[in-house]
């Protein structure tokens, strides 16, 4: 479901991503872990086709993302749940209509059919069981700026769901949250994850969370996958050497730092 080989990315002289291989299976939940700037975040935004790889192959729901033209891209993104740090929520409107922006990928998407007064009454069922599926039906009209960090992140998986992706990608999606809401926000990932047969990729920070959720854990350092194990495999020695020296990269001005 998401293969990837031997994927280069540099940003000027700095070569962030070194000859990657990696193969998620249908139905497994992969975690991806590695250090603040071991090239986790580059390699998220190269299978969301948000970064082009300067080389290599990326496939992902039987699309090459690595070589797909803007419109195939994004037909493909469809079939490709996103979910990130920052929940991205637009925060004066409500929880409801949040998740309804989730249609917006969809081929007979527009705006004016994500606007609660406009979109058709089968959205809005399927827009509410999401919600529901989340916890979060009581908290519908909700304003998301009023919603706690744990609560905006459940609208936004809500939001992924609506689209009913076949693969999901989450990028440190409870690095903003407490403990508690992280776990709770990670089990509720698992449940639905297992319910509806998604291939997960999913990048942490949490080595307590990788060890607890996923089925088969990736180490990064230095742009180079040094580990790939199933979970229970893994020596908790090993991946601390995954956090032995670091490279920054800004994604929005294209700059690389060693730190």
């Not at 080989?5 to 002289?13: L, Y």
């Not at 909700?142 to 693969?167: F, Y």
């Not at 990736?218 to 893994?234: P, Q």
């Amino acid at each position: 479901m998401i293969d990837v080989s031997q994927v280069e990315k540099s940003f000027a002289a700095l070569h962030v991503l070194r000859g990657i291989d990696l193969h998620v299976q249908p139905g497994q939940f992969v975690v991806l872990l590695g250090a603040n700037g071991c090239g986790k975040s580059t390699l998220i935004r190269c299978l969301n086709g948000l970064t082009r790889p300067d080389a290599g192959r990326i496939e992902v729901a039987g699309v090459q993302i690595s070589a797909a033209r803007r419109r195939r891209l994004r037909r493909a993104r469809r079939q490709i749940g996103v979910v990130f740090q920052q929940f991205n929520l637009v925060p004066n409107v409500s929880a409801f209509q949040n998740v309804l922006y989730g249609a917006l990928g969809r081929p007979s998407g527009g705006l004016m059919r994500t606007l609660p007064a406009f979109a058709p009454s089968q959205l809005r069922e399927q827009a509410m069981a999401c919600l529901e599926r989340v916890g979060l039906v009581d908290h519908a009209a909700t304003a998301a700026r009023d919603l706690s960090g744990g609560q905006q992140q459940r609208v936004a998986i809500a939001r992924t769901l609506l689209q009913s992706p076949n693969v999901l990608i989450a990028d440190e999606p409870v690095a903003s949250l407490d403990p508690q809401a992280g776990r709770a926000v990670m089990e509720l990932l698992i449940e639905i994850v297992a319910e509806r047969g998604m291939t997960v990729l999913c990048s942490l920070h949490q080595l307590e969370f990788a060890m607890a959720y996923g089925d088969r854990v990736v180490g990064m350092k230095a742009g180079r996958i040094e580990l790939n194990e199933c979970r229970e495999r893994v020596n908790r020695d090993a991946m601390g050497e995954l956090y032995k020296g670091v490279v920054r990269v800004d994604h929005e001005t294209n700059n690389a730092q060693v730190h």
